[in-house]
């Protein structure tokens, strides 16, 4: 599922969701490669269309 991951810090990551747990880590495959963000980081998460 392709999803739009807004920070805290204003920064935004866009990927495919491989994992996500009940506090809210999320591993992200990216462009980049994949991304571990830490839940406590995450202002929100949206789908992508």
């Known amino acids: 599922m392709d999803v739009l991951i807004c ?3 204003n920064d935004e990551q866009e990927g495919k ?3 996500i747990d009940n506090y809210l880590n ?5 462009e980049d490669g994949v991304r571990f963000i830490k839940g406590t980081r995450i202002a929100f ?3 992508k269309e």
């Open 7 to 9: 920070l805290k810090n």
């Open 17 to 19: 969701v491989i994992s």
């Open 26 to 30: 999320t591993v992200l495959e990216t």
């Open 45 to 47: 998460i949206s789908l």
